[in-house]
T-cell receptor, first 113, second 115 residues
Framework: DTGVSQNPRHKITKRGQNVTFRCDPISEHNRLYWYRQTLGQGPEFLTYFQNEAQLEKSRLLSDRFSAERPKGSFSTLEIQRTEQGDSAMYLC???????????FGPGTRLTVL | AQSVTQLGSHVSVSEGALVLLRCNYSSSVPPYLFWYVQYPNQGLQLLLKYTSAATLVKGINGFEAEFKKSETSFHLTKPSAHMSDAAEYFCARPNQVGSQGNLIFGKGTKLSVKP
């Protein structure tokens, strides 16, 4: 399978716990994006990487959120001290540099109780 | 600010009927426009994309869309709906502010197909 993969697919956690999601992009893609999608909304941009450099963060990405892409391959998104408002689908996408077409993974659905 | 507006959060058609999902963009003319489809609990799959090469774009599963600059629209159509078309559809454009390459999405239109 050469598509974008995300793990886990589902995560249920209690408020205040930390969670970490992983995204494996298409291997030759050097751009990697994280989006958040809440019920009834389209995906909203969180942050993106070009290779290992995190180039942009939206204001949606509070201090409790951190993302890394240490070797320019897979990426992790960590949420500390989760809140109920963090419940959403977290989508990862990848693309070639200078190509606007993005390929999406299946997403990680987070439920914070 | 750049944005994408999808008119109608929910569209219901009968099997075999025409599907029309509306999308309008604002601000500058985008270099690209996309339609994505999302099935329940899944990620987004690209249906088609406009890249300035042609105003009428054909995509997968029999869908097509026409870019109309005068109307700032990029509506998605399919002549005959199938039950398998039931899903949520998103229109998107690139964010051209700064160095961002992220996409800006509409709120989505949920398509229901009645037998």
């Amino acid at each position: 399978d050469t598509g974008v993969s995300q793990n886990p697919r589902h995560k249920i956690t209690k408020r205040g716990q930390n969670v970490t999601f992983r995204c494996d992009p298409i291997s030759e893609h050097n751009r990697l994006y994280w989006y958040r999608q809440t019920l009834g909304q389209g995906p909203e941009f969180l942050t993106y990487f070009q290779n290992e450099a995190q180039l942009e963060k939206s204001r949606l990405l509070s201090d409790r959120f951190s993302a890394e892409r240490p070797k320019g391959s897979f990426s992790t998104l960590e949420i500390q001290r989760t809140e109920q408002g963090d419940s959403a689908m977290y989508l990862c996408a990848s693309s070639l540099e200078e190509d606007y077409e993005q390929f999406f993974g299946p997403g990680t659905r987070l439920t914070v109780l | 600010a750049q944005s994408v507006t999808q008119l109608g959060s929910h569209v219901s058609v009968s099997e075999g009927a025409l599907v029309l999902l509306r999308c309008n963009y604002s601000s500058s003319v985008p270099p690209y426009l996309f339609w994505y489809v999302q099935y329940p609990n899944q990620g987004l799959q690209l249906l088609l994309k406009y890249t300035s090469a042609a105003t009428l774009v054909k995509g997968i599963n029999g869908f097509e869309a026409e870019f109309k600059k005068s109307e700032t629209s990029f509506h998605l159509t399919k002549p005959s709906a199938h039950m398998s078309d039931a899903a949520e559809y998103f229109c998107a454009r690139p964010n051209q502010v700064g160095s961002q390459g992220n996409l800006i999405f509409g709120k989505g239109t949920k398509l229901s197909v009645k037998p």
